[in-house]
């Protein structure tokens, strides 16, 4: 049989084959047959096409052609090429395949091929990616709870709970656990414990030497093989039939059957029943959190507990009938089955808890089950820090929890899918998503410490510039969830990339969402001093920043029309056209139209309030006259500032007193026995000592009479509750004179009022407002400050995230003990790559990738490649990778890279050679860096941009390379996490 051979190659850009056809005659008979292979292999490939996913052929392709040797190529766009050289010409034929995604071997096999679909994917001679672990998209959910916090010193819960099953009943028990002791020789840590130490009765959950133990007491009990780690949230529990003499243990749906002698517990008299220590005698303390304890009086079945396990930290009871104990523990020692099994707490607090659960799926909707997740976080703390990492079970969940210790929060928590699909993160080293981190969430903690180093943000999509800005909170106290920051903007700086009216300017976060904002003045590219509120989201936490961005659209793009983007409503056109403060500030009113909203009452005697996109309030010259305007709710259930843009027409005019102020109630406006002139304030004019305190009826108010500005203009004027004082001020935004505030006593009205109080010597005009509004209190008063970075172009990056090296002096670097150090060894890296096409600092080129100072990716003289630190680069033409996004798979073996290195641009292999020095061989240190050469502080650093990094501990296969870059853009989502407050009994 004639045995013979083609190639199979694929290429990313297409190329036309040059044949020699001027002059020359072609052997028709050789082309003829040679466009027959070229339409066979086309009609093949249309087969596996047409067959759906999951067809899988091997091909033989006949030697009845007469063409002994040729080669086959396989364009993206799914043309077949064959061609011959014989002699000196060349013999080409072309066939059109249905193809459009294909992964194509290459390597040479012989005599035949082989075809698959894959959803889609056409794979010739190289196995498709496998379903399994093959992550599509990622949807993240939260519980939020609290736990007792046990400190393994003196910490415990005594239930003195009676109705626990004894005398050889039924029992189950199950909650959650976060253990912190340690793991030495006969270390005993009681989770739950009930029962008589006299006679030997008793029964306790317990965590020793770091493994699940039943215990009984004087007994052997039943240490089982279930190893409980610190640091760890776990489910774990036991069950246990009535009179048996076996029981199972469960920990995170895992179990293990081990004999116990037969429980039948007597009840002590005094601490019948504790949680975090041993029954009665009250030792074996917890170290740790525990949550969600539930009791039963009957052996749960093994799919009810793995149920309970998957209704999660806050899940209720799985069998309420037979449930007859529920401490959920969430702030306090209640029992919620409705048993009265109420605890009492000892030196135990109560942080809160949350769960967060990611959810994997395929493209068809199914879960990815052993598919890794890692997990980031802000303004709270993950069990590891501030990121974890966990594997998908067979519903495709993965877990992750956090903690606060402080002060009522939301936490930004992001959940990444690994991409890829053949098991590559078992051999992960180092996972680098840079989001807006340098984080490690494969798992190894071998997170990285950034220098200098930006990152790409996922502008909206109308959005073609943007500029950083870091708002820092520099007090001993966070921001509100909601708060709304000022800022204060040079429209100037920025002239070239706005609009006239600032009307194409927004804001938003590094995930891309826009940020509610609302232009208070200065809409004009000549301004030097503009006005913004946003609305912020995340807390702020004490003594941290959140770093926002400023965007800009086309100048001839109004992003004002979609009421997240806004702007004061004397601003515009037409009055309130593009307001969108009642989606900034926590109570806000424009005044629109001609009729008063269903926020406010009203009452008069004499004066009138009129509406026309705007409120205007007058009175007569008849002493006792007065008009006022209250809400129709309470707005104060916070520290607040209240602020108002009204006119001073009338302030200089005796006799009448214009205002507005924070009252307690609406008829207080007109109770016995205050005077009905006196509707915004009681006391003396401009009073400080009647806020707050003892004065339960207090008020706070700005009276306008006799206060500078004198001048008919229209000012902001401000009102805040602070401590003892009333605190005001106009045109401005001055620090508060205190560093404390507090909700009002009682339930608290805004109102605007105009009154006339003595004889009149004059006829004031009407009082005018443009809008009303309350704010959230900023941390001590100060407001957090604001530093604006440099105006960028919006990024073409195809993840929206990377970190960006400025070829001067970025870089990012880490330890890295689990990289592989031994000889002849090799380690994989596989990223994202943007490279501006620059040489950087200096001229000897950059490097974006090194394992060491002697084993690094070289960019240098037109080339990209290997180098082992001694001017050698063994590689590649890098003409074709400046200015775009490619994805680099990189091998580095221990040792003479000659033939051995491997090089993967976009998932194909490409050829190396020797461009620059002599062929070297490299040394690994257990240290990783990217963006520079690691101990120079002068040279290659790196010009451009990376994303994704994943760094493996062995080689990867041509195919693992490709489902490397096929997937390498893996699946996130975020989520705003709610954490409750800090609960000390």
């Not at 009522?408 to 996972?431: D, M």
């Not at 003892?694 to 001048?711: H, I, K, R």
């Amino acid at each position: 049989m004639l045995v013979f051979t083609f190639i199979i190659t694929i290429f990313i850009v297409l190329f036309a084959i040059v044949a020699s056809r001027g002059g020359q005659v072609f052997n028709q008979q050789s082309f003829g047959q040679a466009q027959l292979v070229a339409e066979t292999v086309a009609q093949q490939i249309n087969s596996a096409v047409n067959s759906g996913s999951g067809y899988s052929a091997n091909i033989t392709l006949s030697s009845n052609y007469g063409v002994n040797n040729y080669n086959i190529s396989v364009l993206q766009n799914g043309e077949v090429i064959v061609y011959v050289t014989q002699a000196s010409q060349k013999i080409q034929a072309v066939a059109y395949s249905q193809a459009k995604s294909l992964l194509v071997s290459s390597s040479i096999s012989t005599g035949y091929m082989t075809l698959q679909n894959y959803m889609g994917l056409i794979c010739i001679d190289v196995q498709c990616p496998s379903s399994a672990g093959t992550a599509a998209s990622i949807t993240l959910s939260s519980q939020a709870a609290h736990a007792a916090r046990f400190n393994g010193v003196s910490s415990y819960i005594n239930t003195g709970a009676t109705n626990i099953p004894t005398s050889s009943n039924a029992v189950s028990v199950f909650g959650w656990i976060y253990y912190t002791g340690n793991s030495l020789s006969n270390n005993q840590y009681t989770i739950y414990s009930y029962g008589s130490t006299s006679p030997s009765e008793q029964v306790s959950l317990n965590v020793y030497d770091g493994y699940l133990y039943l215990g009984e007491y004087n007994t052997a009990g039943f240490l089982s093989g279930l190893q409980v780690k610190p640091n760890i949230w776990y489910f774990v529990g036991y069950t246990y039939s009535a009179g048996a003499a076996q029981a199972t243990l469960y920990l995170n749906g895992q179990s293990e059957l081990g004999s116990v002698s037969a429980f039948d517990s007597l009840m002590p008299t005094y601490n019948k029943s504790v949680i975090g220590a041993r029954s009665q005698v009250v030792s074996s303390y917890f170290q740790g959190d525990i949550a969600n304890l539930q009791v039963y009086n009957t052996q749960l079945s093994a799919p009810q507990e793995y149920s309970l396990y998957y209704e999660g930290i806050s899940g209720a009871p799985i069998a309420p009938a037979n449930a007859v104990a529920w401490w959920q523990l969430n702030g306090d020692t209640n029992d919620y089955s409705g048993n009265n099994n109420t605890g009492a707490p000892y030196s135990v607090v109560f942080p809160t808890v949350a769960q967060v659960s990611a959810k994997v799926t395929d493209q068809f909707g199914n879960p990815v089950n052993s598919m890794l997740v890692g997990f980031t976080t802000t303004n709270a703390t993950l069990t590891k820090n501030a990121f974890a990492s966990n594997y998908t079970n067979q519903n495709g969940m993965a877990y992750a929890f956090l903690t606060q210790n402080l002060t009522n929060a939301q936490a930004a928590v992001t959940a990444t899918a690994f991409a890829g699909g053949v098991g590559e993160e078992k051999n992960l080293s180092i996972w680098w998503p840079l989001g807006n981190n340098a984080y490690d969430i494969s798992g190894n903690n071998n997170t990285g410490t950034t220098t200098n180093v930006l990152w790409v943000v996922k502008a909206p999509q109308q959005v073609k510039y943007y500029v950083p800005i870091n708002l820092t909170n520099s007090q001993n106290s966070s921001t509100q969830h909601g708060f709304q920051q000022m800022l204060t903007v040079n429209s100037v700086a920025y002239n070239s990339v706005e609009s006239n009216s600032l009307q194409n300017v927004d804001f938003f976060y590094a995930n891309g969402t826009v940020i509610p904002s609302w232009l208070e003045s200065g809409n004009s590219i000549t301004n030097t001093n503009t006005i913004y509120w946003l609305k912020i989201a995340p807390i702020i936490a004490q003594g941290s920043k959140l770093t926002v961005y400023m965007g800009f659209a086309s100048n001839t793009v109004n992003l004002m029309n979609n009421k997240i983007t806004g702007e004061a409503p004397s601003l515009s056109a037409n009055y309130g056209q593009y307001d969108d403060g009642a989606s900034i500030f926590s109570f806000y009113d424009n005044f629109a139209g001609a009729t008063l909203s269903s926020k406010w009452v009203t009452a008069a005697s004499g004066g009138t309030a009129t509406i026309n996109n705007g409120l205007s309030l007058t009175v007569p010259e008849t002493v006792g006259d007065y008009v006022y305007v209250a809400s129709a709710s309470a707005i104060a259930s916070q520290p607040i500032i209240a602020e108002a843009f009204m006119n001073g027409n009338s302030i200089n005019v005796g006799g009448y007193r214009l205002g507005f102020g924070l009252v307690p109630s609406q008829t207080y406006l007109l109770a016995s026995g205050v005077s009905q002139d006196h509707v915004s304030w009681q006391g003396t004019e401009l009073a400080t000592t009647e806020i707050l305190g003892s004065v339960q009826t207090g008020t706070a108010y700005v009276n306008l009479d006799g206060v500078n500005p004198v001048d008919s203009n229209y000012h902001i004027w401000g009102l805040e509750w602070l401590s003892g004082e009333a605190g005001y001020w106009y045109n401005g935004y001055p620090a508060p004179a205190t560093t404390t505030s507090d909700v009002p006593t009682d339930t608290t009205y805004l109102t605007l009022s105009y009154d006339a109080y003595t004889n009149i010597g004059g006829i004031p005009t009407a009082m005018e407002y443009y809008w009303v509004r309350t704010r959230a209190y900023p941390p001590n008063g100060i407001m957090p400050t604001a530093s604006f970075g440099t105006l960028y172009p919006a990024p073409q990056s195809l993840s929206g995230y990377g970190a960006v090296f400025n070829g001067k002096s970025s870089y990012i670097t880490a330890n890295a003990p689990g990289v592989n150090t031994i000889p002849n060894g090799y380690n994989t890296a596989s990223f994202w790559m943007y490279w501006s096409g620059a040489n950087g600092l200096s001229s000897n080129g950059m490097i974006p990738f090194s394992l060491s100072s002697t084993d690094f990716l070289w960019l240098y003289k037109n080339c990209f490649g290997f180098s082992a630190g001694s001017s050698d680069l063994y590689g590649i033409s890098s003409n074709s990778l400046a200015n775009g996004w490619v994805y680099v798979t990189a091998e580095l073996y221990n040792g003479a890279y000659t033939g051995s290195d491997n090089l993967y641009i976009n998932g194909v292999q490409r050829g190396l050679s020797q461009c620059t020095g002599s062929a070297g061989s490299v040394t690994v240190a257990n240290s990783i860096g990217l963006g520079y050469e690691p101990g120079s502080s002068t040279n290659y650093f790196f010009n451009g941009s990376i994303y994704n990094l994943q760094v493996y501990n062995v080689p990867l296969s041509a195919t693992q390379a490709y489902q490397l870059y096929a997937g390498s853009i893996p699946p996130s989502s975020s989520i705003l996490v709610p954490l409750g407050i800090l609960h000390y009994p």
